[in-house]
C-alpha cells in the first residue's frame, strides 16, 4: 500500500434548514460583516435576499455581489474583490454552485495579499490563510465546498487556470437540501454528473488511496442511486439531501486524489466555447472511460453496479458495459451526446490539447496520455463516439 496523508479541518453542518445557523457560525468565529458572493439567477430567485435577510436578522451586517457567471473570468474576480474591500466586509459566503463558489476563493485570496489571481495560478503560490469562507451549494455537482481549488476563466488566453492550495479550504460548508429546488432541470442534471465524474476519477486516479476509495465509492452510491429521482423531480428532498452529501464525498476523494483526462480535457471545451463545466464532463466521460478501460483492474465493475443498480459478477461484466450505461445516463437526463452538439469545432482542437496536457490531472490518469491521444479523444467526443 502505498503511504498517504489526508486532513479534513472543516465544520460541515448537514440538514434541511441549515442555512439559518450562518449567522451563528460567524458569531463563533468572531465576524460581523458578511459579503455574500452569488449569481444572477439566485439573486432573480429570491435566494440571495433570503440569505441576507437571515443574517441582518442576526446583527450581522451584508453587502452582495451576484455577477457571476457561469464560467467565471479574471475580470469578474476583480470586481467582485473591489465590492468587497470597499464594503469592509470581514468575511465570505458563497452561494450558489462552483462559480460563485470559485469566485469567493479567489477573491479571498487576492483581498487578502493582492495581484491578480493569475498570480497564483498553479500549486503552493497561496501564502496563507485567506478570507474566511462559508460556502452554501445550491446545486449537487462540484464539491467546491470542500476542495481545496478554484478555477477561473483567463479570456486573454482561452485558458481556465486552477489556483491550488489547502489554504482554499472554505472554514464551513452548509448543506441544506431545500436550496436545491432553485435549480432547473438542465443544470441538476449537468452538475449530478459532474460530481459523479469527481467520484469515478478520483477512484481511478493511480495517486488514490484507501481514503479517497472509501469518500468515492460512497459518492457513486449517493449519486448513483439517486441523480434519476433528483433530475426528475428537485423537490424531492431525500434524494437531494443524498446528491449534495454524495458531491460533498466525491469533492473530498478529488481533493486528494485529484482527477483524470476528463478534467484535463473539458476545461479547454470550456474556455473555448463558453460549454458549462459539467455538460462538457459528461459528453467526455464514456469516451474517456473508453479509452481508460485497457488499465483496469476490477474498478470498472463496482462503478457500474454503483451507476446501473444492477449488480453483475465479475464473469458477467465487461468495460463497455459501463460505456453504454454512461451513455445511456447522459441521454435519460437530456444531456448532449457529442461536443460537435454543443458548438465545439475541430479548429480549435490543437490549442484544447495543449492546454489539456497542461493540466496535473493528466500525471494520476490510469492510462498514460499523450497529446495524440488527447486529439484522437477530442475527435470521438466530437462525434459521440
Excluded: W
Excluded at 270 to 287: M, R
Amino acid at each position: 500500500m502505498k503511504n498517504f496523508t489526508f486532513s479534513i479541518p472543516q465544520n460541515i453542518v448537514v440538514g434541511k434548514g441549515s442555512i439559518t445557523k450562518i449567522p451563528g457560525l460567524a458569531k463563533e468565529m468572531g465576524l460581523t460583516h458578511a459579503f455574500l458572493i452569488s449569481g444572477p439567477h439566485l439573486n432573480k430567485m429570491g435566494v440571495v435576499s433570503k440569505c441576507a435577510e437571515q443574517l441582518k436578522k442576526e446583527g450581522i451586517l451584508c453587502d452582495a455581489f451576484t455577477e457571476t457567471e457561469g464560467n467565471p473570468s479574471v475580470e469578474t474576480v476583480e470586481k467582485a474583490t473591489g465590492a468587497f474591500v470597499a464594503s469592509g466586509a470581514d468575511f465570505l459566503v458563497a452561494l450558489g454552485g462552483g462559480s460563485p463558489m470559485d469566485v469567493a476563493k479567489a477573491v479571498g485570496v487576492v483581498a487578502r495579499y493582492g495581484g491578480s489571481i493569475t498570480d497564483y495560478e498553479g500549486g503552493g503560490k497561496v501564502p496563507g490563510p485567506i478570507v474566511p469562507l462559508i460556502a452554501v451549494p445550491t446545486t449537487a455537482g462540484t464539491g467546491s465546498e470542500v476542495t481545496a481549488f478554484s478555477v477561473i476563466t483567463d479570456h486573454s488566453r482561452n485558458y481556465k487556470l486552477t489556483v491550488f492550495s489547502y489554504e482554499l479550504l472554505p472554514s464551513c460548508a452548509i448543506l441544506d437540501a431545500e436550496l436545491l429546488g432553485s435549480a432547473p432541470a438542465a443544470v441538476a442534471a449537468a452538475c449530478g454528473i459532474d460530481a459523479l465524474v469527481h467520484a469515478m476519477e478520483a477512484y481511478l486516479s493511480t495517486a488514490a488511496s484507501p481514503f479517497t476509495d472509501a469518500m468515492a465509492e460512497k459518492a457513486m452510491e449517493l449519486i448513483g442511486g439517486n441523480i434519476r429521482r433528483y433530475a426528475a423531480n428537485r423537490g424531492d428532498t431525500e434524494a437531494a439531501e443524498a446528491m449534495l452529501i454524495g458531491s460533498l464525498f466525491a469533492g473530498i476523494a478529488f481533493s486528494f486524489a485529484r482527477l483524470g483526462d476528463v478534467h484535463a480535457m473539458s476545461h479547454p471545451v470550456s474556455a473555448y466555447f463558453d460549454v458549462p463545466h459539467g455538460v462538457a464532463n459528461a459528453i467526455l466521460l464514456p469516451t474517456v472511460v473508453g479509452f481508460n478501460a485497457l488499465a483496469d483492474h476490477g474498478k470498472y465493475r463496482r462503478i457500474y453496479n454503483y451507476i446501473a443498480q444492477i449488480p453483475l459478477s465479475e464473469s458477467e461484466f465487461t468495460p463497455e458495459l459501463l460505456v453504454r450505461e454512461l451513455r445511456s445516463l447522459n441521454a435519460s437526463l437530456g444531456i448532449p451526446s457529442s461536443l460537435s452538439e454543443v458548438g465545439v469545432t475541430e479548429d480549435k482542437f490543437d490549442a484544447m490539447a495543449d492546454d489539456a496536457m497542461k493540466s496535473g490531472n493528466i500525471a494520476v490518469n490510469p492510462r498514460t496520455t499523450n497529446k495524440k491521444d488527447i486529439l484522437n479523444l477530442y475527435q470521438k467526443a466530437q462525434k459521440g463516439l
